[in-house]
Structure formats: C-alpha cells, structure tokens
C-alpha cells in the first residue's frame, strides 16, 4: 500500500467514468479516503458505494456541473461545508472538440476553457495553501500528448493541454522543498468516453500507441509517487512527444493536420 496516499484524502474530478474512474478506484485500493465529483450523480453515488465496501476508506460523491461559470467556488464552498480536508487533487475533468475553429460552437468552446483550464487553476489556488502548510499532498493534473503541440482539428482543445502541462511543471518548482508535488500525465490515446465526446476515432495509425484507463493511471500514479513533474505513458506516446521538439512548431502543427487531415470537417 503506498504510503504517499495511505490515510490521505484524494479529490477526484470528473469520476464518473474513463479516466477518473479509475483514478478513484486505484487511488482507494492504494488506502486513500476518496472525494468523488461528475455531473452524473446515479454513477458517482454507485462507484463511493463500492469503493467504501471493497476498500475499507471512506468515499464521499459530490455531483456537480463543473463546467458551469464558478463551479470551483461552488466545489471548494461543499468542500467546506462537509469538513473535507483534501491532500491529494487529481484535475481530469475536461473534454475536447473536433473540427475546424471557425465552425464549431463559440458558447461550446467557452464550457471547455472553463472545465479544462479555469476549473484546475481555481482548484489548485484553493487547495494548495494547505497542503503546504501541512507539507504533504500534491496535485495531478491530466494534460495530453496534444499538449506538445498545435493540433489543427482540435486547435482550442491543444491549447487547453498545452496550458495544463505549462503550469504544472512551474507549480513543480515552486513547491520544491514544501513536501508537495506537482505532476503533469500527458496520456496518449486511451479508449474512454472522450473520444465520443469529441466527435472523433482513434486513428488506425494511433492504435499502436493506444494504452488502456488502467495502465495509463497506474503509470500517471507511479510517477507522482516518485515525485516526477511530467509523464507521457508509453514508449511511441513518449518518442511522439519528443518529436515536437525537433522541429518547429508551423511543422508540428502541419504534420498534426496530415494525421488528422482525413477527419478534418
């Protein structure tokens, strides 16, 4: 059982399924009391009622709309009022669009600046102080090898990921010395609702480099408990990421159009 989550308390954002799910179910298996928060409260309260009878902590749901304006202050307020003290904050909330900027949905695009970018900042200004003061704990936030890179067909979305890896790794060395981490996981494709969500396939040339919710948590936990800054699962999600930094950015961002040029609309 890791010591880093034994007897601690874990919130858990976007829980109700994919990754987050599994966040909580291997977060409680390895000791942590877990705080649950998604949209879909039938999902969240069946998952708190399994993870308390199979795993022994305490598993608490909290559905909520955290896409809506000010929805961090809404949480951190419940969060307050319920007595909760958080040591570990796993952000994973988010989704994506597909498809060219100037045809999708501006009121759309705005819901997912606020859940992928506004809701992690606000919850990290909340949150952080005291973990500091009480030296232990830590954050992890969810990027995307989409954070390497411009990626025309998913532009906005990119740019969401690309400010989630930037700041993490800042908070990284801000918190040295303080016994609080910061850990940016940067999974390749994983077969979770998002690409439903999307609009989008996992391309046939992606499937090689595909891992499962499992492994890519289990990997993405790994390396917070070693007190790691960045992560990208998996060996081609890995060489791919390292890629982007050999040429610039214009030819990152065309090679990114070819892989998506087909799914483009």
Known sequence: ???VFKGTTALVTGASSGLGEEFARQIAGRGANVVLVARTASKLEALAAELAQAQGVRAQALPMDLSAADAGRALCEELASRGLVIDHLINNAGFGLHGR???????RESEMLRLNMELPTALAHALLPGMVERRRGGILNVASTGAFQPVP???TYAAT??????LTI???VELRGTGVRALALCPGPVPTGFQNVAGIDIAPQHRMAVLTAAET???GLRAYEKGRAVIVPGTLNSLGALGTRLVSQRMSARIAAR???ARLT
Do not use: I
């Open 161 to 166: 990921k690309a400010y989630v890896l930037s």
């Open 101 to 107: 900027f100037v045809k999708l949905d501006p009121a």
């Open 153 to 155: 067909g998913m532009a």
């Open 217 to 219: 948590v289990r990997r």
């Open 259 to 261: 892989v998506m040029g």
């Open 170 to 172: 800042g908070l990284s």
């Open 1 to 3: 059982m890791s010591e």
